[in-house]
């Protein structure tokens, strides 16, 4: 399956995405590639359930899904949701810092790593927060 984004409202082929992010910005135009400092996206998982992970732009997956959705729109505003909630930053088993963010008692989403300062722990939270809705492959 082709993969495609949705960027201001319009789903776009991946690769013509790519090349309007790295373009400067113009009048009338998106915003400019320093802005988008990560991407969602939405995959399949092998339950055919949908699934969603942040990567940020040099690669790294900086926060995932905890559970699993049977409609993709719902996962949408989940994920829309927990990006305006407030983050739990904690000290993991191993002594290093996580962030989470809960509705009521569920975990709707985490960073994907631990940190040793937590500052670099509350800057995840902040790329998650900034991301491009979604990339979907199956």
Same mark, same amino acid.
């Given at each position: 399956?082709?993969?495609?984004?949705?960027?201001?409202?319009?789903?776009?082929?991946?690769?013509?995405?790519?090349?309007?992010?790295?373009?400067?910005?113009?009048?009338?135009?998106?915003?400019?590639?320093?802005?988008?400092?990560?991407?969602?996206?939405? %995959? +399949? &998982? /092998?339950?055919? $359930?949908? !699934? #969603?992970? =942040?990567?940020?732009?040099?690669?790294? *997956?900086?926060?995932? @899904?905890?559970?699993?959705?049977?409609?993709?729109?719902?996962?949408?505003?989940?994920?829309?949701?927990?990006?305006?909630?407030?983050?739990?930053? %904690? +000290? &993991? /088993?191993?002594? $290093?810092? !996580? #962030?989470? =963010?809960?509705?009521?008692?569920?975990? *709707?989403?985490?960073? @994907?790593?631990?940190?040793?300062?937590?500052?670099?722990?509350?800057?995840?939270?902040?790329?998650?927060?900034?991301?491009?809705?979604?990339?979907?492959?199956?």
């Amino acid at each position: 399956m082709k993969k495609r984004i949705l960027l201001g409202g319009h789903w776009r082929a991946t690769d013509r995405v790519e090349k309007e992010l790295k373009q400067p910005d113009s009048p009338g135009q998106g915003p400019a590639q320093d802005t988008f400092r990560s991407k969602l996206v939405t %995959y +399949l &998982d /092998s339950q055919r $359930k949908f !699934r #969603w992970k =942040v990567v940020s732009l040099n690669g790294n *997956i900086v926060a995932r @899904s905890n559970r699993t959705y049977a409609d993709l729109q719902m996962m949408i505003r989940a994920v829309r949701r927990a990006m305006l909630l407030r983050p739990d930053v %904690y +000290l &993991d /088993s191993g002594g $290093k810092w !996580r #962030w989470r =963010v809960k509705e009521g008692k569920k975990i *709707i989403a985490s960073s @994907s790593e631990s940190y040793k300062i937590k500052g670099h722990c509350a800057n995840s939270f902040g790329v998650f927060s900034s991301c491009v809705e979604g990339t979907i492959s199956e």
